[in-house]
């Protein structure tokens, strides 16, 4: 079965600081999914990548997919106490299907 | 905009007691899945349901059954409750799609606590 690591578990910065999570699977991704999660609610999408190479951007919020499709990174920069929360990586089932296997999440916290 | 929601955010039960928590989604998705979040743990799949009626089991079923019989509306039953199903649950769903096209809309949740 795939398997998602992310890294680092935890995170804090302060304000206007840069940020970089990671996601590595251990299979090719068909497709990555970010979502963020504020604390005790569910999960927002942000972005999802397919193929290898792409970038996307909303706002401060950048995601990359390697070349591999083995590993992304999400990027946030200037960091603002309303990016405090989980990040969570999640992506396609190998074999088909609509499963989404998830990370174990960032928790970011922004410090004033 | 679509909408998932679930019936409670927040439930207290006691030990042996039979749980129903229940997901609605307004958006026509075949697909919908229960997971449980424990720290640590990330997300885990419980179960799903890609048609009415239909059922599949995920990471971790033992303890827990669905029910699926409107397309809009799926339900996650403990059927005797225990202290370590003391969890977040989360509902979501998605359109039937292809690989690399299966976003998942999320409710907000139920923090459910077994006494």
């Given at each position: 079965?795939?398997?998602?690591e992310?890294?680092?578990?935890?995170?804090?910065?302060?304000?206007?600081?840069?940020?970089t999570?990671?996601?590595?699977?251990?299979?090719?991704?068909?497709?990555l999914?970010?979502?963020?999660?504020k604390?005790?609610?569910?999960?927002?999408?942000l972005?999802?990548?397919?193929?290898g190479g792409e970038?996307k951007?909303?706002?401060?919020?950048?995601?990359?997919?390697?070349?591999?499709?083995?590993?992304?990174?999400?990027?946030?920069t200037a960091?603002?106490?309303?990016?405090?929360?989980?990040y969570?990586?999640?992506?396609?089932?190998?074999g088909?299907?609509?499963?989404?296997?998830f990370?174990?999440?960032?928790?970011?916290?922004?410090?004033? | 905009?679509?909408?998932?929601t679930q019936?409670?955010?927040?439930?207290?039960?006691?030990?042996?007691?039979?749980?129903?928590?229940?997901c609605?989604?307004?958006m026509?998705?075949?697909?919908?899945?229960?997971?449980r979040?424990?720290?640590?743990l990330?997300?885990?799949?419980?179960?799903?349901?890609?048609?009415?009626?239909?059922?599949?089991?995920?990471?971790?079923?033992?303890?827990?059954?669905?029910s699926?019989e409107?397309?809009?509306?799926?339900?996650?039953?403990?059927?005797?409750?225990s202290?370590?199903q003391?969890?977040?649950?989360?509902?979501?769903?998605t359109?039937?799609?292809?690989?690399?096209?299966?976003?998942?809309f999320?409710?907000?949740?139920?923090?459910?606590?077994?006494?």
């Open positions: 079965s795939q398997e998602l992310q890294s680092p578990q935890s995170l804090i910065v302060q304000e206007g600081k840069n940020l999570i990671n996601c590595t699977s251990s299979k090719t991704l068909y497709g999914y970010w979502y963020k999660q604390y005790g609610e569910g999960l927002i999408f972005m999802m990548l397919q193929k970038e951007s909303h706002e401060k919020i950048t995601a990359k997919l390697d070349e591999k499709k083995q590993q992304s990174s999400l990027h946030i960091s603002q106490p309303s990016h405090a929360g989980i969570l990586c999640g992506a396609d089932g190998t088909g299907g609509n499963k989404l296997t990370g174990t999440g960032t928790q970011l916290k922004v410090e004033l | 905009d679509v909408k998932v019936s409670s955010r927040y439930l207290v039960k006691r030990t042996g007691e039979k749980v129903f928590l229940e609605v989604q307004d026509d998705h075949e697909n919908m899945f229960w997971y979040q424990d720290p640590g990330g997300l885990r799949l419980i179960y799903f349901s890609y048609d009415v009626k239909m059922k599949e089991k995920g990471d971790i079923p033992e303890g827990y059954s669905v699926r409107k397309k809009e509306r799926f339900s996650l039953i403990l059927e005797s409750a202290t370590n003391t969890s977040m649950y989360l509902c979501a769903s359109l039937m799609g292809a690989l690399g096209y299966n976003e998942q999320f409710g907000p949740g139920t923090r459910l606590t077994v006494l």
